[in-house]
């Protein structure tokens, strides 16, 4: 098992070098620190089925800050979090869990030369299939995921002629336990483009080159390459067509059953801006993995957005992996704290812990908006991934939708659907997989500084392959006071229940949580 020090290393250089790179007439740290401890006494802490309880006292510490730094030439955003669990019947279960996500932008030389650096450390379902359970209770399916990049970059501009960007970016990977071999993995990337400026008119062109070199730690390894020259016309203000064409080397270990991934490409296309609110484009094109598409749709309503993409790109765990990460704490009320906000049930949208290379064809459909008391988000993905090592595809799809409504000036009401549904073929242990459920929340307040909070949810899970079902229900009520001006107490009661056609992945838990917190 990789140390922890040496991963949070890398976290360390990439936001430190930053940091200490920073003019010194930047603006002053916004620094605030935070610290909790919590007292949870459960029934079940491994979420074991009828008669195989086992009873728990825990103590659960969160030490952390979030931090944030803006100047003319710099901007830089962290959060981290230090969680110490504490079994206090079997002291060998204690654990200890890093939280970190921090992202940061330095112009070295006045525009010219920048460095971006980010990275994240989090905990996720080893495999979606049986995810269940949080840090604290039932964590044996998790796994630590560490991600870290920095990328310096140099532009250019040649007076009003042309443009030109070189940038190299190393990224890496550390997951300490796969589904299927060890997917951890460094990469180097290259970018660099050539672009027509404002001397061209109607017409522009870009020349453009990418390079990713990508070494797993199971020895496998996977390069994509390619060149690409770009023209195109604008043929009225809000109107203008382009084509491209180039070649692609990319080399990764291939199934005989799929296309060779050394080919030459082309892909056409128009893009189209009726208004200031409104962008559309759509392309194409082949590609050595045979005829693809592409289309976006951008539109901003006065008070809501509408987004629309779709792509068809080779990619890997790699490149899918640096997304918002989930801090896998818990608030007050019990709840998942998210990084990026969006509450999920079972994600089938991120791909299996494995490192093989895949062709992604995938449909992004979001629409959000927000009202004087009320906001909401909807959410549709479609994807499908072929396998190029193991001749292996999977077809995932799912909607969502999440609507939060302030019915009083003293509470709030919360409502969240989710569907989704995972299809694999060529696969022997995988079959076809669906899960929905709809979770639901009230909180007022009580008292000049105390609130309260109530909230419920299902959860259908549905396993083919071994014609398994379950439902996974959860209640839960709780208090929150403020002690003071940056002092706050609660006290959270939680029960949940999964009823499965398999009798060993029955289990009841009920959870009482009482939590003191501070920031400084």
């Known amino acids: 098992m990789r140390c922890i020090a040496s991963r949070l290393l890398y976290a360390g250089v990439a936001i430190l070098v930053i940091v200490f790179a920073g003019p010194v007439n930047a603006t002053d740290w916004n620094l605030s620190p935070s610290a909790s401890i919590s007292q949870i006494f459960t029934d079940n802490v491994n979420l074991a089925p009828s008669g195989q309880e086992e009873s728990e006292v825990i103590t659960n510490?969160?030490?952390?800050?979030?931090?944030?730094?803006?100047?003319?030439?710099?901007?830089?955003?962290?959060?981290?979090?230090?969680?110490?669990?504490?079994?206090?019947?079997?002291?060998r279960?204690?654990?200890?869990?890093?939280?970190?996500?921090?992202?940061?932008?330095?112009?070295?030389?006045?525009?010219?030369?920048?460095?971006?650096?980010?990275?994240?450390?989090?905990?996720?379902?080893?495999?979606?299939?049986?995810?269940?359970?949080?840090?604290?209770?039932g964590a044996d399916e998790r796994t630590d995921v560490a991600t870290y990049r920095?990328?310096?970059?140099?532009?250019?501009?040649?007076?009003?002629?042309?443009?030109?960007?070189?940038?190299?970016?190393?990224?890496?990977?550390?997951?300490?336990?796969?589904?299927?071999?060890?997917?951890?993995s460094e990469a180097d990337r290259w970018r660099a483009f050539l672009a027509s400026g404002p001397d061209f008119g109607r017409v522009g062109w870009r020349l453009s080159y990418s390079l990713d070199e990508v070494d797993f730690d199971d020895g496998?390894?996977?390069?994509?390459?390619?060149?690409?020259?770009?023209?195109?016309?604008?043929?009225?203000?809000?109107?203008?067509?382009?084509?491209?064409?180039?070649?692609?080397?990319?080399?990764f270990e291939v199934d005989p059953s799929r296309a060779e991934p050394d080919d030459e490409f082309w892909r056409a296309g128009a893009t189209w801006t009726p208004t200031v609110r409104t962008f559309m484009e759509a392309f194409y094109g082949e590609r050595f993995f045979g005829k693809t598409y592409g289309a976006s749709l951008r539109h901003q309503f006065r008070r809501s957005q509408v987004a629309i993409d779709y792509t068809e790109a080779p990619t890997t765990l790699t490149n899918v992996i640096f997304t918002p990460t989930l801090f896998l704490v818990v608030d007050e009320f019990g709840d998942p704290i998210l990084v990026d906000g969006d509450p999920l049930f079972l994600d089938f949208e991120l791909p299996e812990l494995v490192?093989?290379?895949?062709?992604?064809?995938?449909?992004?459909?979001?629409?959000?908006?927000?009202?004087?008391?009320?906001r909401w988000v909807l959410r549709g993905f479609d994807e499908r991934r072929e396998y190029q090592v193991d001749p292996r595809?999977?077809?995932?799809?799912?909607?969502?939708?999440?609507?939060?409504?302030?019915?009083?000036s003293d509470s709030t009401a919360?409502?969240?659907?989710?569907?989704?549904?995972?299809?694999?073929?060529?696969?022997?242990?995988?079959?076809?997989?669906?899960?929905?459920?709809?979770?639901?929340s009230y909180t007022w307040r009580v008292a000049p500084r105390t609130r309260g909070n109530v909230q419920t949810s299902w959860q259908r899970?549905?396993?083919?392959?071994?014609?398994?079902?379950?439902?996974?229900?959860?209640?839960?009520?709780?208090?929150?006071?403020?002690?003071?001006?940056?002092?706050?107490?609660?006290?959270?009661?939680?029960?949940?229940?999964?009823?499965?056609?398999?009798?060993?992945?029955?289990?009841?838990?009920?959870?009482?949580?009482?939590?003191?917190?501070?920031?400084?």
Do not use: M
């Open 93 to 137: 279960d204690d654990e200890t869990f890093h939280q970190f996500a921090g992202n940061g932008n330095l112009e070295v030389l006045d525009d010219r030369f920048f460095l971006d650096a980010s990275a994240a450390y989090s905990q996720r379902f080893v495999s979606p299939r049986d995810a269940v359970g949080d840090n604290i209770i």
């Open 461 to 520: 899970s549905e396993f083919d392959i071994d014609n398994r079902e379950e439902d996974l229900w959860t209640a839960g009520i709780g208090l929150s006071a403020s002690l003071g001006r940056r002092t706050t107490a609660s006290v959270n009661y939680r029960y949940s229940e999964r009823d499965s056609t398999r009798a060993d992945r029955d289990f009841q838990e009920n959870r009482i949580t009482l939590t003191l917190g501070a920031t400084f």
């Open 150 to 184: 920095v990328s310096p970059y140099w532009r250019e501009r040649y007076g009003s002629f042309a443009e030109s960007e070189v940038r190299y970016i190393w990224e890496k990977v550390d997951v300490q336990r796969g589904t299927r071999g060890d997917p951890s």
């Open 61 to 91: 510490t969160n030490v952390g800050f979030r931090a944030d730094r803006s100047g003319p030439r710099l901007d830089l955003n962290a959060a981290y979090n230090l969680q110490n669990v504490f079994y206090w019947r079997d002291t």
């Open 220 to 251: 496998s390894a996977v390069t994509f390459e390619s060149a690409e020259a770009l023209a195109s016309l604008r043929i009225t203000p809000q109107f203008s067509v382009f084509a491209a064409g180039g070649r692609e080397w990319n080399d």
């Open 355 to 374: 490192s093989d290379v895949y062709i992604a064809k995938r449909l992004t459909v979001s629409a959000s908006g927000s009202g004087v008391r009320t």
């Open 393 to 408: 595809d999977e077809h995932v799809y799912g909607v969502g939708a999440t609507f939060s409504r302030r019915l009083t």
């Open 414 to 440: 919360l409502l969240d659907l989710r569907w989704q549904e995972a299809n694999y073929d060529n696969d022997p242990g995988r079959d076809d997989e669906r899960v929905y459920g709809i979770r639901g």
